[in-house]
C-alpha cells in the first residue's frame, strides 16, 4: 500500500500488534495500535463511514519519503465513503500532519477529530498553499500544541482551507486566546466551541476582534475563566450574527452602574450556572431561549415578547414569574426553587404553554394551591415530575404528602359556595310557607 494512503489511512501506528474493529450496523470502525504487519486490518474499514484510530506513535516516520498519488490511488480515495476520522491517543508531529493532510483533497472526508493528541514541533505548511480540502469540521479535544501567538504568517497557508471551515471546536486544551489575525481567516465560520478552556477576560478582546469569524452563529464559552458580565458583552458586540451564545459555568458578576447591548441577533442565550443574583438587561428584544438556571435569582422581572422558553430551575425564586410577559412562551421550567404555589388563572389563559416543569417546591397545599396544581398536572403540562416530584410543605396535616392527594372538594375548600345557595333555597321555603 503507498505509504501516503496508510499514513492517511492510519496515523496510529505502534511497534505493538493491533487490529481494527468494524461495526457494520453503526458503519463505524475504530482501529487499535496498528502496526506494520497489522495494516492490511485497515482494509476492512473501507466501507465505514466514520474510522477512528486510537494509539500510536509517529516519530519514526518523519523521515518517510511520502510521493505524489498515482492516478488509481487518487481515484481509490475518491470513492471511499468515509466522511469522520477520529484520532485519538496519539504523538502527532507536526511536520508529518503538514505533510499528509493535503491529500484528504482526494477525500471526502467532512469531519475531523483528534482526541488527547500532542502535537509536536512546527510543520512546513507551503505545500498547502492555496489547496482546499473537504473537510468543514474540524475539533480538537483535550489537546497540546505549540501556542498559536506568533504562528499566524506559518498557518497563512492554510488559509484557502480555513475561510471555508464551517464547525471549528478547541475544548479542553488550555487556550487563553486565539489570535485577531486567525480569527479573520475564519470568514465562512458558523460555529465555535471553545468551552472547558483557559479563556479569560482579558482574552476576548483580541480573539472577538473586528473583522474576525465575520459568519458566526453559535458560540459555546462555557466552562472558561470569564469574570466580568459586561467585559464579555462588549468583547462580542463585533459579531452581527450571532444567535447562539453559551456561558454557563462561569463565575460572572456584573458592575451595577455599568450596561451593555448584547448583538440584536442574539436566540437563544445560556447563562446557567454564572452565580448571577438578578436577570440583567437589556437582553436582545428577539430572545427566544433564555436559560438562568442554577443561579442565585430571587425574582425574574422581565418582559420579553418574542421568547419561547425560559429555564429557571435552581434558583431561590418565592414565586413564579408572569406569564403575560411571555405571551409566546411554550415551555417554563421552575424546579427546585422555594415557590409555594404556580399562578393558574395565567397559566391556563397562555394556551401554547404546553410544558411547565416545577417540582421540588415547598408547595402550600391550602385549596387554592392544591387545586391549581391539581388542575395544571390534569392537562398534562406538568410531564413526568407529575405527580412524584410534587409534595406538600403546608399545612402540617399535609406535609409530605403527595399533591395529587390532597382533597379540593367544594364542600371541603370553598364553604360559602355551598352554604349560600342552601340558604337561599331555605330562605324561598320560609316564604312559601308563609
Same mark, same amino acid.
Given at each position: 500500500m503507498n505509504v501516503a494512503v496508510l499514513l492517511l489511512l492510519g496515523l496510529g501506528l505502534l511497534e505493538a500488534e493491533g487490529r481494527c474493529f468494524f461495526n457494520r450496523t453503526q458503519e463505524h470502525c475504530v482501529c487499535y495500535n496498528l502496526s506494520q504487519e497489522s495494516a492490511g486490518s485497515i482494509i476492512q474499514c473501507l466501507a465505514a463511514t466514520v474510522v477512528e484510530f486510537r494509539g500510536g506513535e509517529l516519530q519514526k516516520y518523519v523521515a518517510f519519503p511520502i510521493s505524489d498519488l498515482d492516478p488509481s490511488t487518487i481515484e481509490m480515495l475518491g470513492s471511499l465513503v468515509i466522511r469522520k476520522i477520529i484520532f485519538g491517543d496519539l504523538l502527532v508531529p507536526e511536520i508529518l500532519l503538514a505533510r499528509v493532510l493535503r491529500f484528504f483533497s482526494y477525500t471526502q472526508v467532512k469531519e475531523l477529530v483528534f482526541e488527547s493528541c500532542t502535537f509536536e514541533g512546527t510543520g512546513n505548511w507551503d505545500e498547502m498553499a492555496g489547496q482546499n480540502l473537504p473537510i468543514v469540521s474540524l475539533h480538537f479535544h483535550n489537546v497540546t500544541s505549540a501556542p498559536l501567538t506568533g504562528r499566524e504568517e506559518d498557518l497563512s497557508s492554510l488559509s484557502s482551507w480555513l475561510e471555508m471551515l464551517q464547525e471549528l471546536a478547541v475544548t479542553g486544551s488550555h487556550v487563553t486566546s486565539l489570535p485577531c489575525a486567525i480569527g479573520r481567516t475564519f470568514r465562512a465560520l458558523r460555529s465555535l466551541d471553545v468551552a472547558q478552556n483557559s479563556l479569560g477576560d482579558e482574552g476576548l478582546m483580541p480573539t472577538f476582534c473586528k473583522g474576525a469569524f465575520p459568519q458566526l452563529q453559535v458560540l459555546s464559552l462555557q466552562r472558561n475563566n470569564l469574570t466580568s458580565y459586561?467585559? /464579555?458583552?462588549?468583547? &462580542?458586540?463585533?459579531?452581527?450574527? !450571532?444567535?447562539?451564545?453559551?456561558?454557563?459555568?462561569?463565575?460572572?458578576?456584573?458592575?451595577?452602574?455599568?450596561?451593555?447591548?448584547?448583538?440584536?441577533?442574539?436566540?437563544?442565550?445560556?447563562?446557567?450556572?454564572?452565580?448571577?443574583?438578578?436577570? !440583567?438587561?437589556?437582553?436582545?428584544?428577539?430572545?427566544?431561549?433564555?436559560?438562568?438556571?442554577?443561579?442565585?435569582?430571587?425574582?425574574?422581572?422581565?418582559?420579553?415578547?418574542?421568547?419561547?422558553?425560559?429555564?429557571?430551575?435552581?434558583?431561590?425564586?418565592?414565586?413564579?414569574?408572569? /406569564?403575560?410577559?411571555?405571551?409566546?412562551?411554550?415551555?417554563?421550567?421552575?424546579?427546585?426553587?422555594?415557590?409555594?404555589?404556580?399562578?393558574?388563572?395565567?397559566?391556563?389563559?397562555?394556551?401554547? !404553554?404546553?410544558?411547565?416543569?416545577?417540582?421540588?417546591?415547598?408547595?402550600?397545599?391550602? =385549596?387554592?394551591?392544591?387545586?391549581?396544581?391539581?388542575?395544571?398536572?390534569?392537562?398534562?403540562?406538568?410531564?413526568?415530575?407529575?405527580?412524584?416530584?410534587?409534595? =406538600?410543605?403546608?399545612?402540617?396535616?399535609?406535609?409530605?404528602? &403527595?399533591?395529587?392527594? /390532597?382533597?379540593?372538594?367544594?364542600?371541603?375548600?370553598?364553604?360559602?359556595?355551598?352554604?349560600?345557595?342552601?340558604?337561599?333555597? !331555605?330562605?324561598?321555603?320560609?316564604?312559601?310557607?308563609?
Open positions: 459586561h467585559g /464579555v458583552c462588549e468583547s &462580542l458586540q463585533l459579531l452581527p450574527e !450571532l444567535q447562539h451564545l453559551d456561558l454557563s459555568h462561569n463565575k460572572l458578576l456584573a458592575a451595577p452602574s455599568s450596561s451593555c447591548q448584547w448583538p440584536a441577533s442574539l436566540r437563544t442565550f445560556n447563562l446557567s450556572d454564572t452565580g448571577l443574583d438578578e436577570v !440583567l438587561t437589556p437582553l436582545p428584544p428577539s430572545l427566544e431561549v433564555l436559560d438562568m438556571s442554577c443561579n442565585h435569582l430571587h425574582t425574574v422581572d422581565i418582559s420579553l415578547s418574542s421568547l419561547k422558553k425560559l429555564f429557571l430551575s435552581q434558583n431561590m425564586l418565592q414565586a413564579a414569574p408572569s /406569564v403575560r410577559n411571555y405571551p409566546t412562551l411554550d415551555t417554563l421550567h421552575l424546579d427546585n426553587n422555594s415557590i409555594t404555589e404556580l399562578p393558574w388563572e395565567e397559566v391556563k389563559l397562555l394556551r401554547q !404553554l404546553r410544558v411547565v416543569a416545577a417540582a421540588g417546591n415547598p408547595y402550600n397545599c391550602s =385549596c387554592a394551591g392544591a387545586g391549581a396544581l391539581q388542575a395544571l398536572g390534569g392537562t398534562g403540562r406538568l410531564g413526568e415530575g407529575w405527580p412524584q416530584g410534587y409534595t =406538600c410543605r403546608s399545612p402540617l396535616h399535609y406535609q409530605g404528602r &403527595l399533591v395529587r392527594d /390532597v382533597p379540593v372538594s367544594v364542600l371541603r375548600c370553598d364553604r360559602a359556595a355551598v352554604i349560600a345557595p342552601v340558604c337561599v333555597v !331555605l330562605a324561598l321555603l320560609g316564604v312559601a310557607g308563609a
